[in-house]
């Protein structure tokens, strides 16, 4: 196994590529008493155009499948739901479906190997019927229409259509009541043997094993197969241009909520290594934090004012086909709120004194994930999808520099830019 150490924060990480293309990540924690593993495939509700690896012939499916896909993988051909008989043992198990992975997960103290069973059996042995997939139809629409009418869920899908006209990001990870209803078994399968091929998905374990023997244990329950060539996903044109510059919905909500959006053109231009990509990351949240964060000065006038009464939130969201940065908060007077915080976003000064606090802040904030079994395996997953090493963040906070960030606030906060969503009461 390919050995990754940090000194620094005395950790070290486990990496092996196995025959069928699985790649493995084990993260020793001694003395830790719970026990975390998450199984990630490398496919998002973004990805609904792709090439067949194995006929060659592209594919187009409806918006919904990979969220669709997750529901059905716990329902086996015995009758068991394989979700219920993890919890049965104890665990805390789950799943989750994004625009770029879905994963599978659970977390315990005791049973972990009954619990790695239950896994990576259900994992690799789908069963799909027409009579489940069917069944799952009705229960997957209520949920779309829960987030129909969920304000805050609105308010963010409508952003992301200021942000982009034809990329998939904009669109509902559950898809649609009209995408899903041609959603059939058939598609369910396509997309498993496609995307949940074993060259496709990422495992990481954190806790309190000794690599060797936790690696022989995934490699007794993996089914052997053949590596598949690389997925080419098919997606729209790289846009160069926001879509609009607002929205507006009414919703129930007693109090106009906003969200403030960004679109960071420059990512898909800097060096590809993993190194490169955490800096930057590491940088967007720190302007964020400066910026607008509790302490900065824009957020203190605006609660001085009565413009805001809770704190503004914040979050860089990227992936390998979009980057873009969200800031949401609520208040009487939105538009002008939104002024203020595009105004500091673009204009505002940092010092170094500030800088340097913040960079020690974010240093802390890492170093808590990295001792936490949970935190550190979904961080790990999250940014091995985008082809990051977590471990890198440590390293890329020690070379970011003062000039570094200013570089990077000039390039992505552009008023010209900027888009604004609202939400405001019926």
Known sequence: MEVVENKKLDI??????????????????????????????????????????????????????????????????????????????????????????????FSCSENFYEGLDELMDYFQHPYFTDENVE???GIIGQEIQMYDDDPEWSLYINTLRCLYK???????????????SHITKETLYSCYNTFYHPSNTIMCVSGDFEPNELLEEIKKRMLPREKQSEIKRIYPEYENDINQKYIEAKKDVNMPIFMAGFRDFSKTEIDGSSLEKAKRDIAVKMILDMLVGQCSDVYQKLYNEGLVKTEIQYAYETSNEYAHIVVQGESKEPEKVYEQIVNALQNNEFTEADFERTKKKAYGENIYDYDDVIA????YINTAIQGIDALDYIDALNQIDYEYVKEVRREIFIKDKAVLSVVKPL
């Open 376 to 379: 550190i395996g979904r961080t």
């Open 166 to 180: 034809n990329n998939p990001v904009r669109l509902d990870t559950a898809g649609t009541i009209e995408t899903i």
């Open 135 to 137: 069944k799952e139809r």
């Open 12 to 105: 070290k990480v486990y990496k092996e590529t196995l025959d069928n293309g699985c790649q493995v990540i084990i993260i020793p924690r001694k003395d830790r008493k719970r026990k975390y593993v998450i199984w990630a495939t490398k496919y998002g509700s973004i990805d609904s155009n792709f090439i067949d690896p194995t006929t060659n012939q592209e594919i187009h499916v409806p918006d919904g499948v990979a969220h669709y896909l997750e529901h059905k993988m716990f329902e086996q051909e015995n009758g068991v739901d394989s979700l219920y008989k993890m919890m049965s043992l104890g665990l805390n198990a789950n799943a989750y479906t994004t625009t770029d992975h879905t994963a599978y997960l």
